[in-house]
């Protein structure tokens, strides 16, 4: 189960990647959290956004990653400028939601949103944001996007830290206004982990 920390990360980080969305003019919708129904339940993509010439829609769904996982550690090691994890989580994510889309493919496609714990942004993600926010007019409005999410993810960190001095000293406690979370430590990361933090 994710802290509640992870919780407000993972929705902090969804909430910047719409704001920035609605903030281009190329795209229309844009909405968190829309529903799509598959069989007798559903999944739920953090968000849908139509692009505002063509009515093309986009799903995607946001996920923090760690590098450090049983999976992961031995080939981020092999590959230090990769960022294996994230790679390893889009493709999770892409195979878990793009043959559930509605409508046909060439309308509707889904992108995966990952980021790494310590800030490295996956490939696939990269990729889709220089695409959605494409001109030197939108350059500012991409790079302040991604300035902001690596703030929210080393803020989680630093409170993580400061919560867990508090804690040494019996003063337990969360910060109830942060979108930080808890430390990602490596005895808590596992092929599940990043599913803990944002799936």
């Known amino acids: 189960m994710r802290s509640s920390g992870h919780v407000r990360l993972h929705h902090h980080i969804v909430h910047l990647v719409v704001e920035a969305l609605r903030r281009t ?6 909405e968190a959290e829309a529903v799509v129904e598959r069989g007798r339940g ?10 505002a010439s063509s009515g093309a829609v986009v799903w995607a769904d946001a996920s923090v990653t760690a590098p450090f996982g049983p999976r992961t ?12 994890a994230a790679e390893a989580r ?12 509605p409508g046909p493919p060439a309308s509707h496609t889904f992108t995966p949103l990952v980021w790494e714990a310590y800030g490295r942004i996956g490939p696939a ?17 991409r790079s302040t996007l991604l300035t902001r999410v690596s703030v929210a993810l080393w803020r989680s960190h ?11 000293f019996g003063i337990a406690g969360e910060d109830p206004e942060g979108v ?4 990602l430590d490596p005895r808590e990361s596992s092929d599940r982990f990043g599913e803990r933090i944002g799936e």
Do not use: F, I, Q
């Open 25 to 30: 003019p190329s795209w229309g919708a844009v």
């Open 42 to 51: 559903a999944l739920r993509p953090d968000l849908r956004a139509t692009h």
């Open 125 to 141: 993600t990269a990729k889709w944001l220089r695409g959605a926010m494409r001109g030197p007019a939108l350059s500012g409005v």
């Open 73 to 84: 550690t031995a080939p981020t090691a092999a590959s230090p400028l990769r960022a294996v």
């Open 158 to 168: 630093s409170r993580a830290v400061s919560l867990g001095y508090s804690r040494c």
């Open 90 to 101: 889009e493709r999770a994510k892409v195979a878990k939601y793009a043959n559930a889309l």
């Open 180 to 183: 930080g979370g808890g430390l």
